[in-house]
Structure formats: structure tokens, C-alpha cells
């Protein structure tokens, strides 16, 4: 993956703490990280208006941008509501064409917690076992997880869309043991024909090489050689 920028959660690195309360990985360009945490309303706002500006800048005469701009805002926030109401930290979105094609992919940042003072194998061993299609043990910068695939055939979004298969991508890291924190990354692309199919197993790739770009970035870390600029939206 080349020209790269670096997405980093919402979490300070520079207070107190431990190395996993934060983290980065890297996305190509066209790629938006937006908050949508409890109390990040103004941080989601700041990173709608900025892919706003990216797509539809002040460049282009007010009369004719400005209804598409409302239009773009107005799609966002929708599409977002219902990550916000569901707890999810952040969700990133493709906001520009890859190579001239709109990217029918997203990923969704999530933080759980589960039993504290659980060993993480025996949770990630529950895990592997729960019938999914694809299972793995995984590490992610030194700390365990597992990695597994979920498809669905034949999903009907309503009544003016058409069948939809889709595929889940979820990588579930350990935080932090003694505590039961897990981090959750799941990617979602959508196909309903065999040209969309091929383009939605090769995301599956690019997202598993998303994933070899993660590294914890807490307190008493040093992440080093990260691009300069940042997706949109990251903290």
C-alpha cells in the first residue's frame, strides 16, 4: 500500500495511561474516519464538513455547490445515526472513487468489554468456536485476537434496493486483560452480481493489509515514520 495516511482514534495519547488506549493504523487516500462516539458530536461535525469541503470546495460558484453540499451533509449524517445510536467509536468511510470506483466497503470502530481478569485466549477460543465460516487466531503489535469472516446472501436493504449479498471482516483485539477491554475493527462490503463479487473479495484483502498497519499508540510507545497528514476526522 503506498501513500498512505494514518488513522488515529479518539483517544489522547498524551494523557495517562497504558499503550493500547490508543491506536493507529494507515488507509489510502479517499478514506474518512468519522467519530461517532457518545460526546463527539462536534468532533463528527468538524469531519463531515471537511470531506464536504474536499468534494464540493469554495472554489465552485455558491449557486449551483451549495444544494449538493447540503445534499452530501445531509447523507452522511443519516448513514451515520444509526452507528452513533448502536455505540460505535467511529466508523471509516470511502469518500472518494479508488481508480475511478466508488468502494462499497466501511469500517466500524468499536470498544467492548468482556469478563476482566479473563485470560484473552479462552475468550478468543470462544470465539473460534461460534461457527463462523472463517476463523483465526491472530496478534495485533503484541497483543492477541481473532479474526473471522460472516456472509449473508440474498439481504434486502427495503423495497427500492436490490438483493444484496454482504461479507463481515471482524478482528477482536485484547486491550487490556485485567480490565476484560477489547478493541473490535469489522469491515462490511456489499455485492450483487459476479463483477461486484470479484471487486468485494479483493476489499477483503486490502482490508487484511489494512490490518498489518496496526500499532498500539498509548502512552510509552513510539509509533515512528507515520505520514504527516491524517484522515479526515481522526483525533
Given at each position: 500500500m503506498t501513500d498512505q495516511q494514518p488513522a488515529n482514534p479518539g483517544t489522547n495519547p498524551g494523557r495517562a495511561g497504558k499503550p493500547t488506549d490508543a491506536w493507529v493504523l494507515l488507509l489510502p487516500p479517499g478514506w474518512a474516519r468519522f467519530p461517532t462516539g457518545e460526546g463527539q458530536q462536534r468532533e463528527l461535525d468538524a469531519a463531515i464538513e471537511e470531506v464536504v469541503a474536499r468534494a464540493l470546495p469554495d472554489s465552485l460558484p455558491r449557486d449551483r455547490a451549495e444544494?449538493?453540499?447540503?445534499?452530501?451533509?445531509?447523507?452522511?449524517?443519516?448513514?451515520?445515526?444509526?452507528?452513533?445510536?448502536?455505540?460505535?467509536?467511529?466508523?471509516?468511510?470511502?469518500?472518494?472513487?479508488?481508480?475511478g470506483v466508488h468502494i462499497?466497503?466501511?469500517?466500524a470502530e468499536i470498544e467492548v468489554v468482556s469478563d476482566?481478569?479473563?485470560?484473552p485466549l479462552q475468550?478468543?477460543?470462544?470465539?473460534?468456536?461460534d461457527g463462523y465460516e472463517e476463523s483465526e487466531l491472530v496478534?495485533?503489535?503484541?497483543?492477541?485476537?481473532?479474526?473471522?469472516?460472516?456472509?449473508?446472501?440474498?439481504?434486502?436493504?427495503?423495497?427500492?434496493?436490490?438483493?444484496?449479498?454482504?461479507?463481515?471482516?471482524?478482528?477482536?483485539?485484547?486491550?487490556?486483560?485485567?480490565?476484560?477491554?477489547?478493541?473490535?475493527?469489522?469491515?462490511?462490503t456489499v455485492w450483487?452480481?459476479?463483477n461486484?463479487?470479484?471487486l468485494a473479495e479483493?476489499?477483503?484483502?486490502?482490508?487484511?493489509?489494512?490490518?498489518?498497519?496496526?500499532?498500539?499508540?498509548?502512552?510509552?510507545?513510539?509509533?515512528?515514520?507515520?505520514?504527516?497528514?491524517?484522515?479526515?476526522?481522526?483525533a
Open positions: 444544494p449538493y453540499r447540503h445534499m452530501l451533509r445531509d447523507e452522511l449524517h443519516k448513514n451515520l445515526a444509526a452507528a452513533r445510536d448502536a455505540g460505535t467509536g467511529a466508523v471509516y468511510l470511502p469518500t472518494e472513487p479508488m481508480e462499497p466497503a466501511s469500517i476482566a481478569g479473563t485470560d475468550i478468543v477460543t470462544s470465539i473460534l468456536g496478534e495485533l503489535d503484541g497483543r492477541p485476537g481473532v479474526r473471522v469472516v460472516h456472509t449473508e446472501h440474498k439481504m434486502k436493504r427495503d423495497e427500492d434496493w436490490p438483493e444484496l449479498s454482504t461479507r463481515q471482516v471482524l478482528y477482536a483485539v485484547s486491550r487490556d486483560e485485567v480490565d476484560g477491554e477489547w478493541l473490535v475493527l469489522s469491515f462490511s450483487n452480481n459476479h461486484t463479487e470479484r479483493a476489499l477483503v484483502f486490502f482490508f487484511d493489509a489494512v490490518m498489518t498497519t496496526f500499532r498500539w499508540a498509548g502512552v510509552g510507545t513510539n509509533i515512528m515514520n507515520l505520514p504527516e497528514r491524517s484522515v479526515p476526522g481522526s
